[in-house]
């Protein structure tokens, strides 16, 4: 089993910037495809980026394109978004989700997913 961990949520400014982090309990990210998700309150939970399993393939949700950022880090089997410029509609609580070993694409579609992380919390003030 894979085991998500995210982190670096919090509470800033709009304008701001925060940078959300994801540990795997595998050794690397290497082999997955990645992706952030996030839900805000009495909402569904949306897709915010993706990365594919090189990490030379990445796709946004169009609320967020230009102003964040998903990257891989398979040294530290880690996957991160950048997030700058903040707008308070980007309050939510962020998910971090992995694919199967076996599939190498990004994906926007949650139920190409087989793990998912607890969540952090992000809170943008006006």
């Known amino acids: 089993q894979v085991r998500l961990v995210e982190s670096g949520g919090g509470l800033v400014q709009a304008g701001g910037s925060l940078r959300l982090s994801c540990a795997a309990s595998?050794?690397?990210?290497?082999?997955?495809?990645m992706g952030w998700f996030r839900q805000a309150p009495g909402q569904e939970r949306e897709f915010v980026a993706t990365?594919?399993?090189?990490?030379?393939?990445?796709q946004y949700a169009d609320s967020v394109k230009g102003r964040f950022t998903i990257s891989k880090e398979d040294a530290k089997s880690a996957v991160h978004l950048q997030m700058n410029s903040l707008k308070p509609e980007d309050t939510a609580v962020y998910y971090c989700a992995a694919r199967s070993s076996y599939a190498s694409a990004s994906s926007s579609r949650t139920n190409d997913y087989a793990y998912w992380g607890q969540g952090t919390q992000v809170t943008v003030s006006p």
């Open positions: 595998e050794r690397t990210f290497s082999n997955r495809a």
């Open positions: 990365i594919s399993r090189s990490g030379a393939i990445t």
